[in-house]
């Protein structure tokens, strides 16, 4: 017990902030005359660079925090910031903590930016409905969201230039959740074991959308990314593209590998490879 309670305060000794850090209620904080700003353009790849501002009495450490919508960016504490795929339709702004001495830390953040865009500008607009198949006995409504979500990616189709809009019935194809034993309807090439494309018709089988596939799951992927290989795959053969292999056996997976029997190798990757946009 009392074993215990020495490594209980020794932990707590560790956490606690050092002297330097620990805020000193007896000392003046700086005085901000000029904003921190961040410069460069919002768009995914571009860098970023954060302005300090300008403090009295001048600044002698200065230390950075990025934030996304608000939420800090994890290990982004430098001055410059290069924008990521995750960052696409959010505001960065930058959080600086200044101090000089005989004066506590004193923190200031930027701006936000306007929302960071995407590399590629639209050069194809798709549109799209959604319908259901048989008895459904997942939620349609978290469907049609992640779907959508997918669709919106920075990593996915919209990464070479085609934009998804969902619309209320018809659009350019039908994205469909279907019970599994109504795929071979669709065409006899379609199984229940798998999800298919047949015409304007991209049908998600509900079994995939609900677990993954046995060799996707024995690799420890999330289902969240396998609910983005699916409808990325799926859609990319209603946009022309084939299935591709791996023969290298190392790097990550096109998206168009039949991945949901296995990758040969290669690391599960729910997302078209530079070469497949």
């Not at 050069?123 to 779907?147: C, L, N």
């Not at 959508?148 to 469909?176: I, K, N, S």
């Not at 065409?187 to 999800?195: R, Y």
């Not at 015409?199 to 509900?206: A, K, Y």
Request: aromatic share 8%.
């Amino acid at each position: 017990m009392i074993r215990g309670l020495l490594l209980a305060v020794l932990l707590s000794l560790l956490a606690a902030p050092t002297a330097a850090e620990s805020p000193r209620a007896d000392l003046p904080p700086l005085v901000q005359t000029e904003r921190p700003d961040v410069t460069g353009t919002p768009r995914l790849g571009v860098v970023l660079r954060a302005f300090p501002g300008r403090w009295t009495p001048t600044r002698e450490e200065t230390r950075y925090r990025w934030l996304r919508d608000g939420e800090p960016i994890r290990g982004a504490r430098e001055r410059r910031y290069r924008l990521t795929a995750l960052d696409v339709g959010t505001r960065v702004s930058v959080l600086v903590r200044v101090r000089a001495p005989g004066h506590a830390w004193t923190e200031a953040e930027s701006r936000p930016t306007r929302r960071v865009d995407h590399a590629a500008p639209v050069r194809r607009r798709v549109t799209y409905s959604v319908v259901t198949r048989g008895r459904i006995t997942t939620s349609v409504r978290e469907f049609r969201r992640q779907a959508q979500e997918t669709y919106a990616d920075a990593r996915g189709w919209r990464a070479g230039g085609t934009q998804f809009r969902p619309v209320a019935r018809g659009g350019h194809f039908t994205l469909v959740l279907s019970e599994a034993r109504y795929l071979p309807s669709y065409s006899p090439v379609c199984s229940v074991m798998w999800s298919c494309r047949v015409g304007r018709f991209v049908i998600i089988n509900q079994e995939r959308w609900k677990h993954a596939s046995p060799a996707w799951n024995r690799a420890g992927r999330s289902l969240r990314d396998y609910r983005h290989l699916v409808v990325n795959h799926e859609t990319g053969h209603w946009l022309g593209r084939g299935h591709a292999g791996c023969s290298s056996g190392r790097g990550p997976a096109p998206v168009m590998m039949q991945q949901s029997k296995g990758t040969g190798g290669c690391s599960f990757n729910p997302w078209p490879l530079r070469w497949e946009l």
